[in-house]
């Protein structure tokens, strides 16, 4: 590190200034401290009075390290003894060398200070810890300024008083009396340098370097905070001040809380600072704290009980049965309103009130003395007859009386709760009617009972019947059908060959003949297929077979079988399939045969317009096909019955559309089988929406 001239001319004339070698120690120390990377800086002299190298001055470290420092002079292995004679600047690697603990186990370095190069014995000795970032020659510059200083202001001992009995006496009383405290008590210059401190203090701000790494972080928060508070305070006022300053224990961890009374100090040498005392306020604290919870509890407490008094007193007079608490001598001391009613005269009533009043009184008195007279019984439960005052009317009650003892197990009062039978005996009398009724109702309940099973036999034989009826339906159908496929395929043959001209040359007429048998013929097989497929679905005969396929190729090969139809109505029809549809694993040959009975219909019912076949993905397992016409429509109402059996939206005799009415009913058959789902969009005279929605992926 460089220093400036600026800063050496300071140090100068701070010297010239200083009148004792305290002084000038101290502030040469200072100097090192602020101008180079050393933390810590005492400046030592040699004792001859009582044979010791002893501490004068320093800085980063406390008055009472300085004081520790004491190395007798006759110790000639001792290297702190070697370098006042040996030399002008030695280094250690640690204090131990030096056999010292003032500087911890850090690298230090000891300069000779005045004496000469030579083996001249040395004024004194700055010792330096850590080793300092300064070169040697300007370490050996402040030695040299220093010791020309004490030359010239005399002894260091002599300045600093270590000859005087009285006061080295006069210090350690000090010193004791200090670190018989046990508040920390801190004395700091105005840049918040520790200068001295007690015993109980150097705990709290002080570390040695070979303390563990936790103890010295604590240290240095603690030292923040001291500087905090005390930068908070107008010390230049010399006004005392208290605060309260948050602390941490170095050796627990925990936190300590201090009240802190500070106070600026001059001194004609050391300059102006700041005494502390410290006072451990942590319990007080927490006293204080736990006085105020419970005081808080304590309100919380009371205010529980009010509303817990009052919440009992709404309690007693919102229960709908009377309540009496009587003394031990049998008198009423407290009653609710329903009691009162019982029990008390409303002014202004007749002889007649106050006679039944007296006379519920001698009813209940005499059921509580019954209670009084047996020593013991606690409770007590009988029936009383009252009179109600107001109505003249017979009040059956039932009494529960229970006496109240004390810790010792003194009687104070009895409560008795009176519980008006009146609903009780009706409700009684009620039940017994209910229970004739019952009686009753189950004889007609086992009559209905017995007349529902001989119907439920009855339906079951008859859904047994309808049963076998569709089963023979069914069974009829498949072989009428089967019957009628043979005949009819020999005759679509017959006609296909004769149409080929196999048998011979046709004439236009005969041409026409028979492509009407052909088509006609084809219409039927259509019919008998249908048939067949209801008849199959209906049984649970219909196999299903999973491949996989391309959706595109299935659409271009419905459109290119329905070819010729499409030619003929003129439409144009539209395909929108997208490149990227997935490969379905289903039935092919289900999904096919939908799509041409929707294609189909699509061209049947519409016109003029287009049809629009369109494909989409409409989640990532699930794809949608709609047909889209701009034919004739459905009207809302027929939209569910169009895939009925054999139901048509014109059913007439007379209608424009031929058919049978199975093509839907089968479409939806055959998707509900491939766990799918066909919905129509229509509006009458719009067109139609036919969509058929399936699984990518089909499980059996």
Avoid at 631 to 658: C, H, L, M, N
Wanted: aromatic share 4%.
């Amino acid at each position: 590190m460089t220093v400036s001239a600026e800063a050496k001319l300071a140090l100068v004339e701070e010297l010239q200034r200083c009148s004792d070698a305290l002084t000038a120690a101290q502030s040469a120390a200072e100097w090192l401290l602020a101008h180079s990377t050393a933390e810590r800086a005492i400046f030592a002299a040699p004792d001859h009075a009582r044979g010791n190298l002893i501490g004068i001055a320093g800085a980063g470290v406390t008055l009472r390290q300085i004081k520790r420092l004491a190395v007798p002079l006759d110790d000639a292995g001792n290297l702190l003894v070697s370098a006042l004679t040996n030399g002008s600047t030695v280094s250690f690697h640690s204090a131990r060398d030096a056999r010292v603990a003032l500087l911890g186990d850090s690298p230090f370095t000891s300069v000779k200070v005045g004496g000469g190069a030579g083996d001249d014995l040395a004024l004194g000795l700055m010792l330096i810890s850590p080793a300092t970032d300064l070169s040697p020659a300007h370490v050996k510059w402040v030695a040299d300024v220093l010791g020309r200083c004490l030359q010239r202001v005399g002894a260091p001992t002599s300045s600093f008083g270590h000859d005087d009995p009285r006061l080295r006496r006069e210090n350690a009383l000090l010193f004791n009396i200090i670190n018989a405290a046990t508040d920390p008590i801190l004395f700091t210059n105005m840049e918040g340098q520790l200068i001295i401190a007690n015993t109980r203090a150097e705990m709290l701000f002080t570390a040695p370097d070979d303390v563990s790494e936790g103890r010295r972080r604590a240290v240095q928060l603690n030292n923040m905070f001291f500087s905090a508070a005390l930068s908070r305070t107008a010390l230049g006022e010399g006004e005392a001040g208290r605060r309260e300053l948050l602390l941490v224990d170095p050796t627990e961890g925990s936190d300590l809380l201090f009240e802190l009374l500070s106070t600026v100090v001059s001194d004609p040498r050391e300059g102006t600072g700041v005494v502390s005392i410290l006072r451990n306020i942590t319990d007080l604290r927490m006293a204080t704290r736990q006085i105020d919870e419970n005081y808080v509890r304590l309100r919380a407490a009371e205010a529980e009980v009010r509303a817990e008094r009052d919440r009992l007193n709404l309690l007693i007079d919102s229960v709908a049965d009377p309540i009496i608490v009587t003394d031990q001598e049998g008198e009423i001391s407290l009653m609710n309103n329903p009691a009162e009613r019982l029990f008390t005269v409303v002014p202004g009533s007749g002889e007649d009130a106050q006679r039944i009043v007296r006379a519920n009184d001698a009813h209940f008195t005499s059921f509580v003395s019954g209670l009084l007279s047996t020593g013991w019984e606690t409770t007590r439960r009988g029936e009383i007859a009252l009179i109600d005052p107001n109505t003249g009317k017979l009040v059956p009650v039932e009494a529960l009386a229970a006496k109240m003892l004390s810790e010792v197990g003194e009687l104070t009062a009895i409560v008795t709760i009176l519980h008006d039978r009146t609903e009780a005996i009706e409700r009684n009398q009620l039940y017994e009617q209910l229970k004739l009724a019952s009686e009753e109702l189950e004889g007609k309940v086992r009559e209905a009972t017995a007349e529902l099973a001989n119907q439920n036999e009855l339906l079951r034989r008859q859904a047994l019947e309808l049963e076998q009826a569709s089963a023979a339906k069914s069974q009829f159908l498949a072989n009428v059908s089967h019957e009628l496929r043979t005949p009819l395929n020999a005759i679509l043959g017959y006609a296909a060959m004769t149409l080929q001209g196999v048998s011979g040359e046709l004439t236009a007429s005969q041409r026409r003949n028979l492509s009407r048998i052909d088509a006609n013929a084809r219409h039927l097989l259509t019919l008998i297929n249908e048939i067949l497929d209801i008849t199959r679905i209906e049984a649970g005969r219909m196999p299903i077979q999973i491949v996989a396929f391309n959706l595109t190729e299935l659409v271009r090969e419905v459109t290119t079988e329905l070819e010729p139809i499409i030619a003929k109505s003129g439409l144009q029809v539209v395909c929108k399939l997208p490149s990227d549809l997935p490969t379905l694993r289903t039935d092919r040959q289900k999904v096919k045969q939908i799509l041409v009975n929707l294609l189909s219909n699509a061209l049947k019912f519409t016109q003029k317009g287009s049809i629009t076949i369109k494909a989409q993905m409409m989640t990532r397992h699930t794809v949608a096909v709609s047909v889209i016409d701009t034919g004739i429509g459905i009207p809302k109402g027929d939209q569910i019955k169009i895939f009925e059996d054999f139901r048509q939206v014109d059913s007439t005799p007379r209608r424009a559309y031929g058919g049978t009415g199975l093509g839907l009913s089968i479409c939806r058959r055959l998707t509900t089988m491939l766990r799918g789902s066909l919905k129509v969009e229509s509006r009458l005279g719009h067109g139609s929406r036919f969509t058929l929605t399936l699984p990518t992926t089909l499980k059996k």
